[in-house]
């Protein structure tokens, strides 16, 4: 009676059949990433996501609020993009449909907004993005780049911004309320059109942003399959 070849030992000479010549190829791609689970009943039935930024906050003389929300909601635009089967309004495409409209904190959920924005936009759902509180506080000293203080004045913005998601069909709204940011940087001569003061407005909003962006249009992820290029 023959002895049979012990397993280990045939695994490897089988795995070098199936993959003589080249048959088989490895491919890396990159695949749409599901929404996280707690929010996808508000996607329900969603084709047309529109976004929309606003603040009731006065404008302050070191920076230009109206400007940075702007850029906000190009950035969650971009970022909501990642949603399958999803198409995108922007804001500009919004308020310029809807011109007669109020989108400003107290309006913009209002029941007459939601009505226009779903007869005259089709939109389904909406993403409201509110900075809710702004402290801007100018400082005589500064952190240095390598710990400790220096005696350059500076920026000291504490932050708050929520971001919520809106089912214009059914009414379910969830909300994203981050914490307190804080971002304190040396004030620079503005010279030549620098905008810092809005690019350090922009870094503070940035990290609730991320987060409500992480849950509800995650980036693609990278899979990995086999192709046999030999199959008929």
């Known amino acids: 009676m023959k002895r049979r070849a012990p397993l280990l030992l ?15 190829k490895q491919v890396a791609f990159q695949a749409p990433s599901q929404p996280d689970p707690e929010l996808r009943s508000y996607l329900s039935e969603v084709s047309r996501l529109g976004v929309l930024s ?12 109206e400007k940075v929300m702007g850029r906000l909601a190009e950035a969650t635009a971009r970022g909501l ?11 500009d495409e919004i308020r310029w449909n ?58 000291d913005l504490s932050v708050n911004l929520q971001v919520a998601l809106l089912n214009l069909r059914t009414g379910e709204t969830w909300t994203h309320r981050g914490e307190p ?38 980036p693609p992820s990278k899979q990995v399959r086999h192709f046999d290029l030999g199959a008929r």
Do not use: H
Request: charge should be neutral; aromatic fraction near 4%.
């Open 181 to 218: 940011q804080r971002n304190w940087q040396p004030i620079q001569m503005q010279l030549f059109g620098d905008d810092k003061a809005e690019r350090q407005l922009l870094q503070a909003l940035a990290r609730p942003l991320k987060q409500f962006l992480s849950r509800l249009a995650p």
């Open 10 to 24: 045939l695994l490897p000479a089988l795995a070098s059949c199936a993959t003589a010549g080249g048959s088989f």
């Open 54 to 65: 606003t603040t009731n906050i006065e404008p302050l003389k070191e920076m230009d609020i």
């Open 98 to 155: 809807c011109k007669d409209l109020r989108f400003d904190s107290t309006g913009a959920l209002a029941p007459e907004s939601r009505l226009a924005l779903r007869e005259q936009l089709a939109l389904d759902a909406l993403v409201l993005v509110e900075l809710k509180s702004l402290k801007a506080e100018i400082t005589p000293m500064s952190p240095g780049p390598y710990g400790g203080m220096t005696g350059q004045p500076g920026l």
């Open 81 to 91: 993009g990642s949603l399958p089967e999803k198409t995108i309004v922007t804001q």
